[in-house]
């Protein structure tokens, strides 16, 4: 199977070694942060599967938590080992005392957690030793292709998540190459041309009547320094963030910050009335006498107590070590000693759940007999019940009787006295529910206005929410187009430096070929003025050194044709040079294009690299949240 390292590369593209971004100890530990978030999803059952036991003894009474979670923590009283039940830390010292009513006892055991240091009361001893039990985090290496006490069937996001962490990480040390253009290339500097010149040529030897000297008009060397082509580097705008950008409350975000804010109710609540209290009097006639009836008075029968007799359900007890099964799996690791252990357990259980049964039929025995000494204590009951209430009837009828023929002669005054009495009262009552109705009435309307307001604002604070969220949305959009323009305009600047540089070359290329046309124009003017000045000496001197023109003629054509090729070595000098910088500048032309060219390929070679990590990171985050999401749902 693949490494971790080999999956990682597989799933980003990216070669990681010892210096990369992300490097092999970076890798390590994104894939161990990656397990550690996994195993912190898993559902509790599956988390039991993966955890580990740390023993505390007399000379290691604490443990160090490391943010792991707990899950069970227990102390050796002798026999077995007691669970502890959790405390605040701020309880430990009642806990430590003895003679406090929440202090712990070997069978009662706490423990507390303080400044990330878990601690046990009473103190575990090498002879009572304390066990907790806590998740079993594992370091994950680079180079490991299996990771040992994890779920297979989840194995395969600690690589996702390493991925994810990895492109991060090679995203933060990229940065987009937007530096600025450097022309390495060095522009030929501008030759310096020999001055063409004639020397007056002379022959000692002859002895005649002087020739006018020939002079030869000196030609200016060509001046190629104007208009030399040069390349201005166009500046990048300086980029702005997005949270500089929405704060901008110029032309750049006209909206401004219309943050709502908290949700405030500003309508005011109405006030409960306060309703009046409806009170009936009885309604009274003293005119009115009768003869007192006498009462009559019933005698509850004694009931049969058959309690003595309730069954009762004794629960058996069992006690099941298995930390020693940890211990022989976890510590030990003896499969044998562990299933023996865990053969000795079913056996208890098997005596537990017989002894279950034996209690069961137990009750079952009792709580018939006690069902039939119930019912025969009711039956008794309710049959003295019944004779008590029929002798009181006959009783209550006899008073009756003997009341109505002794009250008669105060009946109509009575009767009359008490349906006045009972209508006023009955006016009164009536008036108090009227008001109360009223009062009730406009309590209803008020509460109707206040729902209303709230409604009401409720509603804008909604449109000033849905508002805010379109403003943010408008001016990311516009912070957005505005980076991208603006990257858009600098290799637009650089296109447009280029062209205008093309332009200012190929003009210069133009006039260096005017200046040198011009140049070679005017020698070869100075040359042939100074040829038909020299001719027309000649001629002057033939006609009055008749005895010299041999030597003369001899002398002066020599010195004229040396004078001559030294003129015509100074042009063809120049016009080697000229060539030269010809060349030299288009070679400068050149590479300025060439460096230009690779410049704006590596800038936009940056742009899609970059935009593919995105992408790329992107799709595994989703992968990652997927499989995580089915991971939290098999917990549900």
């Given at each position: 199977m693949a490494t971790f390292e080999a999956q990682v590369e597989g799933l980003t593209s990216l070669s990681i070694d010892g210096s990369s971004a992300p490097n092999q100890t970076e890798l390590t530990q994104f894939l161990t942060d990656g397990a550690k978030e996994i195993l912190n999803t898993l559902p509790l059952s599956k988390k039991l599967l993966f955890t580990t036991s740390t023993s505390l003894n007399g000379s290691s009474t604490n443990l160090t938590i490391g943010g792991s979670e707990i899950f069970t923590v227990t102390r050796d009283d002798g026999t077995i080992n007691q669970p502890?039940?959790?405390i605040a830390s701020n309880m430990s010292g009642r806990a430590s005392d003895s003679d406090d009513m929440n202090a712990a006892t070997a069978t009662d055991p706490v423990y507390y957690i303080n400044n990330n240091l878990l601690s046990v009361i009473p103190e575990p001893t090498n002879s009572n030793n304390a066990q907790v039990q806590t998740m079993a985090y594992p370091s994950v290496a680079y180079s490991d292709s299996a990771i040992a006490r994890f779920p297979d069937d989840v194995e395969y996001l600690v690589p996702l998540y390493a991925s994810v962490k990895s492109l991060q990480n090679k995203l933060g040390s990229k940065t987009l190459d937007t530096s600025a253009l450097d022309i390495t290339a060095v522009a030929p500097e501008v030759p310096s041309l020999g001055t063409v010149s004639y020397t007056t040529a002379s022959n000692e030897s002859a002895s005649a009547q002087a020739v006018g000297a020939i002079t030869v008009g000196t030609v200016s060397v060509a001046d190629t320094s104007g208009n030399v082509p040069t390349y201005t580097k166009p500046s990048l705008t300086t980029r702005v963030n997005f949270k500089t950008f929405y704060e901008d409350n110029?032309?750049?975000?006209?909206?401004g910050d219309n943050d709502p804010g908290t949700f405030s109710i500003s309508a005011n609540v109405p006030v409960v009335p306060a309703i009046n209290t409806i009170d009936y009097t009885d309604a009274s006639n003293s005119d009115a006498s009768a003869q007192a009836i006498t009462s009559a008075t019933a005698y509850a029968p004694n009931i049969t107590d058959v309690s003595s007799h309730a069954p009762e359900f004794i629960k058996p007890t069992v006690n099941l070590d298995f930390e020693q099964v940890n211990t022989h799996l976890d510590t030990?690791?003896?499969?044998?000693?562990?299933?023996?252990?865990?053969?000795?357990?079913?056996?208890?259980?098997?005596?537990?759940?017989?002894?279950?049964?034996?209690?069961?039929?137990?009750?079952?025995?009792?709580n018939a007999r006690y069902q039939i000494e119930f019912r025969e204590a009711s039956?008794?009951?309710?049959?003295?019940?019944?004779?008590?209430?029929?002798?009181?009837?006959?009783?209550?009828?006899?008073l009756r009787q003997e009341?109505?023929?002794?009250?008669?002669?105060?009946?109509?005054?009575?009767?009359?006295?008490?349906?006045?009495?009972?209508?006023?009262?009955?006016?009164a009552m009536e008036k108090l529910i009227s008001d109360n109705n009223s009062k009730m009435q406009k309590y209803s309307n008020e509460l109707q206005t206040y729902q209303a307001e709230v409604n009401k604002e409720i509603q804008e604070y909604s449109k000033k929410v849905e508002r805010y969220n379109f403003e943010v949305g408008q001016v990311f959009q516009s912070w957005s187009k505005t980076e991208s323009d603006s990257l858009q305009q600098y290799s637009i600047d650089i296109q447009n430096e280029l062209n205008e540089y093309n332009k200012e070359n190929a003009r210069y290329q133009?006039?260096?070929?005017?200046?040198?046309?011009?140049?070679?124009?005017d020698a070869q003017k100075a040359l042939e003025q100074a040829r038909i000045d020299a001719e027309d000496a000649r001629q002057e001197a033939s006609q009055t050194t008749e005895m010299d023109k041999f030597n003369k003629s001899q002398d002066q054509a020599l010195d004229i044709q040396n004078k001559a090729k030294t003129m015509e070595a100074i042009?063809?000098?120049n016009d080697d040079i000229v060539a030269k910088f010809s060349a030299e500048l288009n070679k400068y032309s050149s590479i300025v294009n060439e460096q230009v060219q690779q410049y704006q390929s590596n800038l936009q070679n940056k742009q899609m690299e970059y935009t593919w990590y995105e992408r790329q990171q992107a799709k595994l985050q989703a992968d990652y949240d997927k499989g995580l999401q089915i991971l939290i749902g098999q917990g549900g």
């Open positions: 502890c039940r959790m110029s032309n750049k975000n006209p909206f030990n690791e003896d499969i044998e000693l562990a299933q023996v252990k865990i053969t000795e357990l079913q056996s208890q259980l098997s005596e537990y759940s017989s002894n279950i049964q034996n209690e069961q039929n137990k009750f079952n025995k009792e039956e008794k009951a309710n049959h003295d019940l019944q004779v008590e209430i029929a002798n009181l009837n006959a009783s209550a009828q006899e009341s109505q023929q002794t009250t008669d002669i105060d009946k109509f005054n009575k009767q009359q006295d008490q349906v006045l009495d009972l209508a006023n009262k009955s006016k133009s006039s260096i070929q005017a200046v040198l046309a011009k140049h070679n124009t042009v063809s000098n």
